[in-house]
């Protein structure tokens, strides 16, 4: 197995199943003769041409609109969000069309295609470039909402995404673009709706997605030290939920910790804590704690961005909290 | 306008140099009666509450729907707004589908999940139907790339009313397409009300064929209470967009006789402005005049023919109150293609 990065795996991803099916292209802003914004499509113009990778105007709602009417006549569409800040502009053909489209008409027409782009907090760019969406698209029937951790997780969920016949929102992040890890080559599909323990642990579960897992297994090190052996559960699908896979390690470990980078009201970590609270509640010896950002706009200042966001340390200390250690 | 009883091939009569025969102008007349008494007839079950929700009529734009529909291919896309029962019946669908929808019953075009603001056929290649004002026209646009990328030569016709034109993604979609040369005609439907707002107190520039300046559009201004002239024009724009020379706007000139939706009274129209669209310049009048002018049919033959549609309409809606509503268990239904049977919200269920 190579070691590639974050991005170069969606790279692959994407280059992958262009290969594989002629219905698939990749439209958005910079995304052809600029190689990506981030350098996620690196080189695919070379490799399929302007009429299959699309340099679009800034029109977000028009170029997501797009999108939505050639998946309905039958096209696989990836749409890059530079990011999913932007995104925000396009909501009405995310939610009103993609997400409705087979249900409204009966099934007659539906919308196999990919929203996808960077998310949650990016370094020093303030409140409007630093944000996570998925709870808003997570609550909405007829999405699919996938937000990988790590580069082979990058790999196999994009690949499985562009090929599942639903609208799926997948959420990449800015800050592991990156990131270097072992990916394995040629093709290979993770299938979606399938949680991943990163770390086998038997005193506390951990539950935390995207770049956050990485904060949980830098925690999980941390907890270790303190004789607290925490089990590390990587939803990857947010909707839908593998949540048997979190179920059967809280029935292991009796306590547990959501961990996500968005703001806690209605966020990710209230739908999974309450689950564990309706289908776990006697495998519990503790209340299900939430380590979130912090209910206030991204600030820029290096140090009060820090402050908003959630630490290793917060993940150590609710955990330690939970566990009843001193 | 002459008659042309004595051309050789065929009757019927020829208008600014095209040619329409006894039995195609026949058909279109009777396409737009078939709609006006369909769209009346929903507003009956409207008022009876057999019609639940939103209800948009669209008497009085009979021609603008059966023009097009007469212009166009159809392989062709079209979708339009959620004034859509016209369009929708023009392009063939079963108007006792189109009713049940109205009804919420079983048999309705989508099964009852839309009602009167999504009616979609894909065997008709009719996308909607869309409920978001201006939210179709950048699916237009994704129908229109489509079919370049596929070069199939097949052109989305995306139709918005005068209120829709002032959208952003109309323009994001007007610039996209003209960049990429894409295969879409873009109707403006315009009857010269957004609702209760009229043109000139929602727009700078009422001449909406000239919104696509900017963006290297071009635009032509068409009667749309002149089916025939709809149907020239359209044919004329299609042409444009078919032979790779990328979108055009089609403003049409029209008018609905009743208010925006089943609620609006209509109040901020004079009564002598809709006599005199009413009176003076109907669509179905205007056609029958000329087809009887022409020596094509008589005031007695229409007469009839009314009374045979009325009939027609009255067995549709009763076929359609005929039908059940719809299955409880296909609340579930056509939510995802792809289930996961084992994740959550787990298909099917509560919980």
Known sequence: MAKITYREALNQAMCNEMERDDRVFLMGEEVAEYNGAYKVSQGMLDKFGPKRVIDTPITELGFAGLGVGAAMAGLRPIIEFMTWNFAILAADQIVNAAAKMKYMTAGQYNCPMVFRGAGGAAARVSSQHSQAFENWYANIPGLKVVMPSNPADAKGLLAASIRDNDTVIFIENEINYGDIAEVPEGEYIIPLGKADIKRVGKDITLVAHSRMTGYALAAAEELAKMGIDAEVVDPRTIRPLDEATILASVAKTNRAVVIEEGWRFAGIGAEISARIMEKGFDDLDAPVARVTGKDVPMPYAANLENHALPSVADIVEAARVTCNRA | ?351
């Open chain 2, 1 to 351: 306008m002459t008659g042309t009883k004595t051309q050789e091939q065929a009757v019927g009569l020829t208008q600014e140099g095209r040619f329409y025969s006894a039995e195609r102008l026949h058909a279109m007349h009777g396409m737009m009666l078939y709609i006006r008494r369909f769209e009346e007839k929903a507003g009956q079950m409207y008022g009876l509450k057999k019609i639940g929700g939103f209800c948009h009529l669209c008497n009085g734009q009979e021609a603008v729907c059966v023009g097009m529909e007469e212009a166009s291919e159809p392989t062709d896309y079209m979708m339009t707004s959620y004034r859509d029962h016209g369009h929708i019946i023009a392009r063939g669908t079963n108007p006792t589908a189109v009713m049940a929808e109205l009804l919420g019953r079983a048999g309705g075009v989508v099964g009852g999940k839309g009602g009167s603001m999504h009616m979609f056929d894909v065997e008709k290649n009719f996308a909607g139907g869309n409920g978001i004002v201006g939210e179709q026209v950048p699916i237009g646009l994704g129908f229109a790339f489509a079919s370049q990328y596929r070069d199939d030569k097949r052109v989305s016709i995306t139709i918005m009313g005068d209120g829709g034109v002032n959208q952003g993604a109309v323009y994001e979609s007007f610039n996209m397409a003209a960049l990429w040369k894409l295969p879409v005609v873009f109707v403006i439907e315009n009857n010269q009300y957004a609702m209760g707002t009229s043109l000139s107190r929602a727009s700078a520039e009422t001449h909406l064929y000239k919104r696509g300046i900017s963006f290297k559009v071009p635009g032509i201004q068409v009667d749309g209470m002149d089916v025939l002239e709809v149907e020239r024009k359209m044919g004329e724009a299609i042409e444009h967009a078919r032979s790779g020379q990328g979108p055009i706007i089609v403003e049409m000139m029209t008018y609905r006789y009743r208010g925006h939706s089943m609620s609006d009274p209509a109040t901020y129209r004079t009564r002598d402005e809709v006599d005199e669209w009413r009176t003076g310049r109907d669509p179905i009048a205007r056609l029958q005049k000329q087809m009887i002018e022409a020596g094509l049919a008589t005031e007695a033959e229409f007469k009839q023919k009314d009374k045979d549609i009325k009939k027609e309409i009255v067995a549709v809606a009763k076929a359609a109150e005929a039908q059940p509503e719809p299955d409880l268990s296909v609340l579930w239904d056509d939510i995802l293609t792809d289930e996961i049977p084992n994740a959550y919200p787990y298909p099917r269920q509560v919980g």
